[in-house]
């Protein structure tokens, strides 16, 4: 059974840090490309950073350019995201995406979510 669950969310003051997680099983984590995305209320989904699983190449959203990083720790199936200076614009539903397996990418897995909340 396939299962991400994301966890670090919570209320963080404008100028903060969190550091999200998500534990992954279920499925050959290492071939799965794995991906942040963030919802805020009455917005769109939004592609927050990406990490590969061919070349292990990181690309983020313009919107979180130099204040988080995605990484991944492929003997424990586990996926970070560190966000630093956070504002209150980055106040979300944070999830956990596996999108594979590498070369063929016709699985789309999800996460329930985690809030993260940016406010003073």
């Known amino acids: 059974q396939v299962q991400l669950a994301e966890s670090g969310g919570g209320l963080v003051q404008p100028g903060g840090s969190l550091r999200l997680s998500c534990e992954a099983s279920?499925?050959?984590?290492?071939?799965?490309?794995m991906k942040w995305y963030r919802q805020a209320p009455g917005k769109e989904r939004e592609l927050v950073a990406v990490?590969?699983?061919?070349?292990?190449?990181?690309t983020y959203g313009n919107s979180v350019k130099g204040r988080f990083t995605i990484s991944r720790d492929n003997a424990k199936n586990m996926l970070y995201l560190q966000m630093n200076n956070l504002k209150p614009e980055d106040t979300a539903v944070y999830y956990c995406?596996?999108?594979?397996?590498?070369?063929?990418?016709?699985?789309?897995?999800w996460g329930q979510g985690t809030q993260v909340t940016v406010s003073s």
């Open positions: 990490f590969t699983s061919r070349g292990y190449r990181t």
């Open positions: 279920g499925f050959t984590f290492s071939s799965y490309a």
């Open positions: 995406n596996a999108n594979g397996p590498v070369g063929v990418y016709d699985k789309d897995y």
